[in-house]
């Protein structure tokens, strides 16, 4: 009976708080999802564009209605223009630029003695059309592949897609080995590397490619990896491949921007799902529903059981006896039931 008793009292409590958890849970995921809209900056767009909101003009319901990614036009590729020359394929000049990589300091700025093997790569990517080039080319090397390991990369062609955030260009000297007259240098990073830059070298760049210390492009770049480039950063020293080549633009995917009215809607739709999804939650929390009329559990029962029981008690006390709980009233103890029986085994 009191294996039941307790049984029934613990379901009784794992409903309560099966009830408060699922509201509690369901709070929650609510929350979480105005946060996430809330974060968004383009949630408040409208209240700055609420000032000029007696001039705005009519919206046609189709600029409502999800806007289709905006891809740019794929760059027109440029015809290239190829210098003859002797490539890493030729053996005899494989053996004469190994020579030359033995003065390459990895991880130091650029020195003369560095700039034969400098020129001799340019040479070697003019000399091929950057498809020919490519096909033998290792495909995305990781960087900590290239950090670790700049001897293995050293001369040998490889291929990456770049983010471009930095365009500069300088005149190449005169007379240099490359036949080279205008030099690009472009910084940027992987989808792997992250923060870490890569140094790109070009001797050409599509036309209207963006050029400043601020670009947002993309490339393919297909070429030769020369050495790690030291450089001082604003915080301390710092290493980028040093890669030289050709590149081939990419088309970007450029965000639209939607209308303000649009995110206004979306905003006042999110406020309302809140105050019904609450709404709910108080109905089902609060509001005596009849479904909810349960039998009380044996605890309970067993509580009113008792309060009846003390109810009866103090309005009809039971008379006092005269006999003492020590025995010492009138008769003694020989008063007490059962003391002066024959089959008191005290006696």
Same mark, same amino acid.
């Given at each position: 009976?009191?294996?039941?008793?307790?049984?029934?009292?613990?379901?009784?409590?794992?409903?309560?708080?099966? !009830?408060?958890?699922?509201?509690?849970?369901?709070? *929650?995921?609510?929350?979480?999802?105005?946060?996430?809209?809330?974060?968004k900056?383009?949630?408040?767009?409208?209240?700055?564009d609420?000032?000029?909101? +007696?001039?705005? #003009?009519?919206?046609?319901?189709?600029? *409502?209605?999800?806007?289709?990614?905006?891809?740019?036009?794929?760059?027109?590729?440029?015809? #290239?223009?190829?210098?003859?020359?002797?490539? +890493?394929?030729?053996?005899?000049?494989?053996?004469?630029?190994?020579?030359?990589?033995?003065?390459?300091?990895?991880?130091?700025?650029?020195?003369?003695?560095?700039?034969?093997?400098?020129?001799?790569?340019?040479?070697?990517? !003019?000399?091929?059309?950057?498809?020919?080039?490519?096909?033998?080319?290792?495909?995305?090397p990781?960087?900590?592949?290239?950090?670790?390991?700049?001897?293995?990369?050293?001369?040998?062609?490889?291929?990456?897609?770049?983010?471009? !955030?930095?365009?500069?260009?300088?005149?190449?000297p005169?007379?240099?080995?490359?036949?080279?007259?205008?030099?690009?240098?472009?910084?940027?990073?992987?989808?792997?590397?992250?923060?870490?830059?890569?140094?790109?070298?070009?001797?050409?760049?599509? #036309?209207?490619?963006?050029?400043?210390?601020?670009?947002?492009? +993309?490339?393919r770049?297909?070429?030769?990896?020369?050495?790690?480039?030291?450089?001082?950063?604003?915080?301390?020293?710092?290493?980028?491949?040093?890669?030289?080549?050709?590149?081939?633009?990419?088309?970007?995917?450029?965000?639209?921007?939607?209308?303000?009215?649009?995110?206004?809607?979306?905003?006042?739709?999110?406020?309302?799902?809140?105050?019904?999804?609450?709404?709910?939650?108080?109905?089902?929390r609060?509001?005596?529903?009849?479904?909810?009329?349960?039998?009380?559990?044996?605890?309970?029962?067993?509580?009113?059981?008792?309060?009846?029981?003390?109810?009866?008690?103090?309005?009809?006390?039971?008379?006092?006896?005269?006999?003492?709980?020590?025995?010492?009233?009138?008769?003694?103890d020989? +008063? !007490?039931?059962?003391?002066?029986?024959?089959?008191?085994?005290?006696?």
């Amino acid at each position: 009976m009191t294996y039941r008793r307790r049984f029934s009292t613990r379901l009784g409590s794992y409903r309560r708080d099966g !009830r408060r958890l699922i509201s509690m849970v369901f709070m *929650l995921v609510l929350l979480g999802a105005m946060i996430n809209h809330a974060r968004k900056p383009e949630t408040w767009q409208w209240l700055a564009d609420d000032v000029n909101r +007696d001039q705005e #003009e009519a919206v046609p319901a189709a600029q *409502l209605a999800p806007a289709e990614p905006v891809r740019p036009a794929p760059p027109v590729p440029q015809p #290239e223009e190829l210098v003859p020359g002797p490539t +890493d394929l030729d053996p005899e000049e494989w053996k004469a630029a190994e020579d030359q990589f033995r003065n390459l300091r990895d991880k130091q700025p650029l020195s003369e003695e560095e700039m034969p093997s400098y020129w001799r790569l340019f040479r070697w990517s !003019r000399a091929q059309a950057r498809t020919d080039l490519a096909q033998r080319a290792e495909k995305n090397p990781f960087f900590t592949q290239i950090w670790e390991q700049p001897r293995k990369y050293r001369g040998k062609p490889v291929s990456l897609k770049l983010h471009i !955030r930095r365009v500069l260009s300088f005149d190449a000297p005169e007379n240099n080995s490359a036949g080279v007259k205008t030099v690009y240098e472009m910084w940027g990073v992987t989808d792997e590397s992250r923060q870490h830059l890569y140094a790109v070298l070009t001797d050409s760049i599509p #036309e209207g490619f963006p050029e400043g210390a601020k670009v947002e492009a +993309d490339v393919r770049f297909t070429g030769y990896f020369l050495k790690i480039l030291g450089y001082e950063a604003s915080d301390a020293k710092r290493g980028a491949p040093l890669l030289i080549g050709k590149i081939h633009a990419l088309p970007m995917h450029v965000i639209p921007i939607r209308h303000p009215q649009a995110n206004r809607i979306e905003f006042w739709q999110t406020i309302l799902i809140a105050m019904i999804g609450g709404c709910v939650i108080i109905a089902l929390r609060f509001i005596p529903w009849p479904w909810k009329k349960a039998k009380p559990d044996v605890q309970e029962v067993l509580l009113q059981g008792n309060m009846n029981d003390a109810e009866n008690w103090l309005s009809n006390p039971p008379p006092n006896p005269e006999t003492k709980p020590n025995g010492n009233g009138p008769s003694g103890d020989k +008063d !007490r039931p059962g003391f002066n029986k024959p089959d008191n085994p005290f006696l």
